[in-house]
């Protein structure tokens, strides 16, 4: 099975516990199987949690339509996802001047996920759609004075 996120750390599982326990006992593992084999460091242990972790990534990232990021105080990027394509907003300020632009990317359905995974991955944070919405309106009335 080919990876397509990083495996959740362990501060990261102990945060998703409960999911992480049904996720087990839906693979027919009870709590005493599993300590048995966290102790005797079992490669079932890796193959485990790296199968819950893609199921994870997959669920969070689905449930994702907007992105918000900030690399800087001068860079604000938004992203909305659909299915198979994103729209970008990018708004940098210099000083006074403030400059907007926007575009889009194009990818394949079954990348979407990645595509939000890496942003996250580069502090990215979700966002609302109103959120988005209103970038995108500034940008219009910015675009319609200039």
């Known amino acids: 099975m080919t990876k397509r996120y990083r495996q959740l750390t362990v501060a990261e599982l102990e945060g998703v516990r409960l999911e ?11 709590a005493d199987d599993w300590e048995r084999k966290l102790a005797q ?27 918000e990021h900030r690399p800087d105080d001068q860079n604000l990027w938004l992203f909305h996802f659909g299915e198979t ?15 907007w632009s926007q575009g889009g990317k194009s990818f394949e359905q079954e990348a ?20 988005f919405k209103e970038v995108h309106s500034e940008l219009s009335s910015e675009s319609d004075q200039a």
Do not use: M, Y
Not at 20 to 30: N, R
Not at 47 to 60: L, M, P, T, Y
Not at 85 to 99: F, M, N, Y
Not at 114 to 131: D, K, N, V
């Open 20 to 30: 992480f326990v049904q996720f087990l006992a839906s693979e027919g593992i009870a």
């Open 41 to 67: 460091n079992s490669p079932d242990v890796q193959a485990c949690i790296d199968e819950f972790s893609e199921k994870f990534w997959d669920g969070a990232t689905g449930a994702i339509k907007c992105l």
């Open 85 to 99: 394509s994103a729209h970008v907003i990018r708004c940098k300020k210099d000083g006074q001047l403030v400059e």
């Open 112 to 131: 979407r996920g990645q595509e939000i995974f890496l942003l996250l991955e580069q502090g990215a944070l979700p966002c609302s759609e109103e959120r």
